[in-house]
């Protein structure tokens, strides 16, 4: 590829981008939304989120894409934690605590 290919999708992506969130911010930013679109957007984090998470727990990097068990393991706790308590930082610090001694243990120390 040359650098005026790569320059011009860079160029595209990026006004792409840019129209996307004029068509929310700059066309209708002053504006109320109906209700039914604002109940839809309350859960735009929660579908993002396993999305961006799913492929670090399924095939992480660190392991050559291979499924890890301390991976599974720490997610099935975080997700556990989550639900039983509501309280996100008191599931991602289990989970986190949970991937640091599991793959302490793996390791064979």
Same mark, same amino acid.
Request: glycine residues 12%.
């Given at each position: 590829?040359?650098?005026?290919?790569?320059?011009?999708?860079?160029?595209v992506?990026?006004i792409?981008?840019?129209?996307?969130?004029?068509s929310?911010?700059?066309?209708?930013?002053?504006?109320?939304?109906p209700e039914w679109?604002?109940?839809?957007?309350?859960?735009?984090?929660v =579908?993002?989120?396993?999305g961006l998470v799913?492929?670090l727990?399924l095939?992480?990097d =660190?392991?050559?894409?291979?499924?890890?068990?301390a991976?599974?393991?720490?997610?099935?706790?975080?997700?556990?934690?989550g639900?039983?308590?509501r309280?996100?930082i008191l599931?991602?610090?289990?989970g986190?605590?949970?991937l640091? =001694?599991?793959?302490?243990?793996?390791a064979?120390?």
């Open positions: 590829m040359t650098d005026a290919y790569i320059w011009t999708i860079i160029i992506l990026g792409g981008t840019y129209l996307i969130r004029l929310f911010l700059g066309l209708i930013g002053g504006r109320d939304l679109v604002l109940r839809h957007l309350r859960y735009t984090a =579908a993002v989120l396993p799913a492929p727990v095939w992480p =660190a392991t050559g894409g291979e499924v890890d068990p991976r599974l393991a720490a997610a099935l706790v975080t997700f556990g934690v639900m039983a308590t309280n996100a599931a991602i610090l289990a986190g605590a949970t640091y =001694a599991l793959l302490w243990m793996l064979g120390y």
